[in-house]
């Protein structure tokens, strides 16, 4: 740890961040020159006179500083950054990025750092990545409430930050229309309908209303599909076949509860403070929500499928929602005694989610845009769960239904097709999987 500053020298920097903050850049320099007097490789003043220099135009000069900062400090997400942006002053583009990735290794969640890379990808010719790059930056620092309006954003910044969103907005556009291009060609345009309003309400180019503020898709909107949030079972013309299967299925299902530990959190790792928030214990109750999957993510777990045959067969004898690595999600979804999935909302319509009840105790319940619905053993039923949706076991005993996804049924294969192409293609501009909930 490196010994403390002397009190005068301490004072001398501290004055000369209230210099720079007061809109006083020259004094502060030369209060930070002071710094350099009595310690030549203090950081702080190696970096902010670095970038004054910059300000004058005197690039060579402030990367000569920055390289002696990073050597003394080559763990400084900050150094790292502001030699980068410096190399980038001097078109030395292919010699900024390598700094801001490692910026980045450091501190995943630097944004500005991303940003610069962002620009960096763009100058490169690189602009799918750049579009991923942006995307990730903007999308963190909105997060934490920054780049929102100009008071949200640095001044020198701002420049930077809206180009980057012009860029978002007009290359995922492009991306997203041209990947659609082929199926407008052998469909032709009336096929293709909704799901050009659908991609024009992602990217907010048109204002899509869904048919009740309770129902709130969290990724994409797929508009002029009946709003209804349970789906009749005329719809699924597999529920009876399915239904047929219940005692087989259940069999299987009680020979993986004799083994508690196949079984994951749904909700993954207690740690998840986020995805953890709308699962609760009531009356004093530990709670508990595990699935056994025989699919997440798109992913196929074998091992599961080999050990429950029947249920992996009957699952793929209804419409499960394929889209490799993103979909079908399907378990055995087992609700402890006294837990609580709270009210929320999944991520698209495109998608209806499914029941067949296998263990169902007293006292529990589903309910969807504030519909109760009483689960009946051997009885599917299916919902949109971008209605706001919760589910309860005030029972003594464990609630398991075998829960799967399948296609909205009011989609036609050719928009079935386009979801799952847009899906994909979503999900690797954003750099990360879209349909996780």
Same mark, same amino acid.
């Given at each position: ?21 007061? =809109? ?36 060579? +000069? ?36 390598? @700094?801001?990735?490692?910026? @980045?290794?450091?501190? /995943? ?19 799918? @990545? ?57 469909? =032709? ?54 239904? +047929? ?26 740690? &998840? ?54 979909? /079908? ?13 709270? /009210? ?16 169902? /105790? ?30 309860? &076991? ?44």
């Amino acid at each position: 740890m490196p010994a403390p500053l002397p009190p005068p020298l301490s004072a001398l920097i501290e004055q000369a961040h209230q210099l720079a903050a007061s =809109g006083n850049p020259s004094a502060a320099e030369r209060c930070f020159e002071q710094v350099r007097q009595r310690d030549p490789d203090n950081l702080q003043a190696l970096n902010f006179i670095a970038l004054c220099h910059s300000a004058r135009g005197h690039h060579h +000069d402030a990367t000569r500083l920055l390289q002696r900062a990073l050597a003394l400090a080559p763990d400084d997400v900050g150094t790292h950054k502001n030699l980068a942006v410096s190399l980038i002053q001097q078109q030395q583009y292919d010699a900024a990025e390598p @700094l801001l990735r490692d910026a @980045l290794a450091l501190d /995943p969640g630097f944004f500005v750092a991303r940003l610069y890379l962002g620009w960096v990808q763009e100058q490169q010719r690189r602009p799918h @990545l750049a579009l991923t790059t942006y995307f990730l930056a903007v999308n963190a620092a909105q997060k934490q409430g920054n780049w929102l309006s100009d008071d949200s954003t640095p001044p020198g910044l701002r420049p930077r930050v809206l180009h980057a969103m012009k860029f978002l907005a007009h290359g995922r556009h492009d991306v997203l229309h041209r990947l659609l291009a082929p199926l407008h060609a052998q469909h =032709g345009a009336q096929a293709l309908r909704r799901v050009d309003k659908a991609v024009d309400g992602y990217l907010g180019r048109m204002r899509l209303q869904t048919a009740d503020p309770l129902q709130r898709p969290s990724f994409l909107y797929f508009p002029d599909l009946p709003a209804t949030p349970y789906l009749d079972r005329s719809l699924f013309p597999w529920y009876e076949a399915l239904e +047929d299967q219940t005692d087989p299925l259940r069999e299987e299902l009680v020979s993986v509860l004799d083994e508690r530990a196949l079984l994951q959190p749904f909700l993954g790792d207690a740690a &998840n403070a986020g995805g953890q928030s709308y699962l609760a214990g009531e009356a004093g109750a530990t709670a508990r929500w595990d699935g056994f999957f025989f699919h997440r993510h798109g992913r196929r777990y074998d091992d599961n499928c080999a050990r429950c045959p029947r249920t992996a067969a009957a699952l793929q004898a209804t419409t499960l929602v394929q889209i490799p690595g993103h979909a /079908p999600e399907a378990l055995y979804s087992v609700l402890g005694p006294g837990s609580h999935i709270r /009210p929320h909302t999944g991520v698209t319509n495109t998608r209806i989610v499914t029941h067949l009840p296998l263990l169902v /105790p007293e006292h529990c319940a589903l309910r969807v845009a504030g519909q109760t619905h009483a689960w009946e053993t051997g009885r599917c039923i299916s919902f949109d769960d971008t209605w706001e949706h919760e589910a309860w &076991n005030r029972g003594t005993q464990t609630r398991v239904v075998l829960l799967f996804d399948v296609w909205n049924p009011h989609l036609t294969d050719v928009e079935r097709d386009a979801v799952s192409q847009l899906v994909t293609a979503i999900a690797e501009l954003n750099g990360a999987q879209v349909l996780d909930e």
